[in-house]
């Protein structure tokens, strides 16, 4: 079967770095998403990953490891909007979005 | 990035009753949209992929004769929930695809309450 596994829930302060962890198995891989969810509110896109390696985009960046079915989404200066779920996507070899749980990050001042 | 939106943001309605949200691509052609339930704490669910001027395609398990949807044009897609339910109390999420491959974007969503 399909599988995204993420945790379910992380806490950090606010200015430091977290690191949000996404483990898959997929039929097929077409790149992996990462999106941001503030609660009652729908996901927004934060990064798309197809190739090996770390993208960066301002304070986020994400990481992929085809190899090892793993992905990380890091975020610096962490702020106290920074708070909500990020969800972990992946797209199989059907071309569907298959999602994982969300990791609900809970920023503390 | 691009715009979509949603509309009613929020609905109440009576059990037994239809609902029709409507979804639409402001500023670019979504040859393809998707419709997203979601429970309270839970992930997206997908309940149909949607391609313009042909049938819907349902996800295992979602009712295609209680949850319509129609794509009539590049830049709307409706999903009418029909004779709602009280367990049909979710959000409703679509996201169109954009020009580029990678790309998806959610509209605001829609919350439905049947009582």
């Known amino acids: 079967g399909q599988n995204i596994d993420q945790p379910t829930e992380m806490t950090a302060t606010e200015g430091a770095i977290v690191q949000i962890n996404c483990t898959y198995q997929?039929?097929?891989?077409?790149?992996l998403f990462w999106y941001q969810q503030h609660a009652g509110e729908a996901p927004t896109f934060l990064s798309y990953?197809?190739l090996d390696g770390l993208e960066e985009k301002g304070r986020f960046s994400s990481f992929l490891s085809r190899s090892k079915g793993y992905s990380y989404l890091l975020l610096k200066e962490l702020q106290m909007k920074d708070s909500a779920s990020y969800l972990c996507?992946?797209?199989?070899?059907?071309?569907?979005?298959?999602w994982g749980a969300g990791t609900k990050l809970i920023i503390k001042p | 990035g691009a715009v979509v939106s949603q509309h009613p943001s929020r609905v109440i309605c009576k059990s037994g009753t239809s609902v029709k949200i409507e979804c639409r691509s402001l500023?670019?052609?979504?040859?393809?949209m998707f419709w997203y339930r979601q429970f309270p704490k839970q992930s997206l669910m997908l309940m149909a992929t949607?391609?313009?001027?042909?049938?819907?395609?349902?996800e295992q398990g979602v009712e295609k004769d209680k949850f319509l949807i129609n794509h009539a044009s590049l830049t709307l897609s409706t999903l009418t929930v029909t004779s709602a339910h009280p367990e049909d109390s979710s959000f409703y999420i679509c996201?169109?695809?954009?020009?580029?491959?990678?790309?998806?974007?959610f509209g605001p969503g829609t919350r439905l309450t049947v009582t």
């Open positions: 996201s169109a695809k954009g020009g580029r491959d990678y790309e998806q974007y």
């Open positions: 500023d670019f052609q979504a040859t393809t």
């Open positions: 949607s391609n313009e001027g042909s049938k819907a395609t349902y």
């Open positions: 997929t039929s097929g891989f077409n790149g």
């Open positions: 990953n197809v």
């Open positions: 996507a992946v797209r199989d070899s059907n071309y569907q979005l298959i």
